[in-house]
């Protein structure tokens, strides 16, 4: 495991926290809980720190809703794989998409904070083939989704995966 990932968590944290994330449980109340306190932490600190980035690396994902044409700012698990980031529709495994998925599939332009730093991005969403050969680089900063991945697959529903790549300036 990445130790800029980790960032100094102590590993039984980790496998702790990694544990508890499998339940459903966390999927109902942790899940709404740390999207909270994330936002609270993200809006507090002017952009630079959010909490769940202790564990693995969180952006702040603003979608248009696809309903509202308004602006939709979610925390969510972005793995860095070379100058883009891949982030997953698991919703914790429950039986429906995250809203911030479905709005990338309606309109794929998005913007990324991280850090301080702000990012215009575009959504690509994998296929099938190109889920599967990523699968063990996401599995290996949060392994919960195989988890997640199983328990979506009894409700019928198959979990979405996105490349969030820079537009050009």
């Known amino acids: ?76 698990a972005a793995i860095p794989d070379g100058d883009s980031w891949l982030v997953v529709g698991s919703n914790f495994g429950q039986d429906h998409h995250p809203a911030w998925a479905l709005n990338l599939l309606d309109d794929p332009r998005a913007v990324v904070q991280r850090r301080g730093r702000r990012h215009e991005v575009v959504a690509e969403a994998l296929d099938e083939e190109q889920r599967r050969e990523i699968w063990p680089h996401l599995t290996a900063y949060w392994p919960p989704f195989d988890v997640y991945i199983d328990r979506a697959g009894a409700a019928g529903r198959d979990i979405r995966v996105f490349r969030l790549t820079r537009e050009a300036a």
């Not at 630079?48 to 202790?54: A, E, F, G, P, T």
């Open 1 to 76: 495991m990445s130790g800029d990932r980790r960032r100094g968590v102590p590993r039984r944290v980790e496998a702790f926290v990694q544990r508890i994330g499998r339940t459903r449980t966390f999927a109902r109340i942790g899940s709404k809980l740390f999207h909270r306190l994330d936002g609270l932490v993200f809006r507090l600190s002017r952009g630079r720190y959010i909490v769940s980035d202790l564990m693995l690396p969180v952006v702040m994902l603003t979608t248009t809703g696809r309903r509202s044409g308004q602006p939709r700012t979610v925390p969510i």
